[in-house]
């Protein structure tokens, strides 16, 4: 992209311009949020186990004592030698807003279909300090749209991101939202995947400041695990 050399005077004045614009998009995402918040909610009745590093879990277990959990649908299936690049790279930015959260009563953890030696790893590996467990073994990642049978895959045509979508693949990522009550039950509240899965991504939000932007040829190609650039 070619950009003009102006005066500071026209690029204030261009700036101001632009400041409308980010206005408008600021009420509109605080307005999202607004009915985001105000979303019905949907009982999880299912029982979920998960292995995790303290044994065997279930959903309401995955709290850890607070009544909001985040989850990452982190892309590792079983036998794979490591995790997604773009997952990783949300990952990444995992452990920096853990402890933020936990002070504002919302446990974050990513969940895999891999088995829990498998994923551990790989943790170990990128060096990452976050709970992550595995869903191996139970529907858990199927139910949530983000793993899929081999012939869900051979259809060329699968259940995401709320339609059908003709990337199939094995694992997919998202991120999902449970609350629970006093009682101890357990309520869906938000998932969102696909893009949406970007409000991860802080990085892109820096990006998007700098004068080349994403400066993507393809995606996210460019990304790599953080122990792989060079």
Not at 66 to 89: D, I, N, T
Not at 162 to 184: L, Q
Request: proline share 4%; glycine share 8%; aromatic share 12%.
């Amino acid at each position: 992209m070619q950009h003009a050399i102006v005066s500071h005077s026209d690029w204030l004045a261009a700036r101001k311009e632009l400041l409308k614009a980010e206005k408008d998009l600021t009420r509109l995402r605080d307005k999202v949020a607004q009915d985001r918040l105000a979303l019905p909610w949907a009982r999880v009745d299912k029982a979920y186990l998960f292995d995790t590093p303290e044994g065997q879990r279930s959903l309401p277990d995955l709290f850890d004592g607070r009544s909001q959990l985040l989850v990452q649908h982190f892309m590792l299936g079983p036998g794979w030698k490591e995790g997604c690049p773009s997952c990783s790279f949300m990952a990444d930015h995992t452990d920096g807003m853990n402890l933020h959260l936990a002070h504002h009563d919302v446990t974050m953890i990513a969940v895999s279909r891999a088995p829990l030696d498998e994923i551990e790893l790989y943790r170990k590996r990128m060096g990452w300090k976050f709970k992550w467990v595995s869903s191996f073994g139970s529907d858990f990642n199927y139910d949530y749209r983000v793993s899929f049978t081999p012939e869900e895959i051979a259809s060329d045509r699968i259940d995401y991101n709320f339609g059908e979508w003709s990337m199939a693949g094995e694992e997919m990522p998202g991120v999902s939202v449970f609350f629970k009550d006093g009682a101890g039950d357990v309520y869906r509240t938000y998932s969102t995947y696909g893009r949406g899965v970007e409000v991860m991504m802080g990085a892109y939000a820096m990006l998007d400041l700098t004068p080349k932007g994403r400066n993507e040829a393809r995606g996210m190609d460019w990304v790599r695990r953080h122990d792989r650039y060079e």
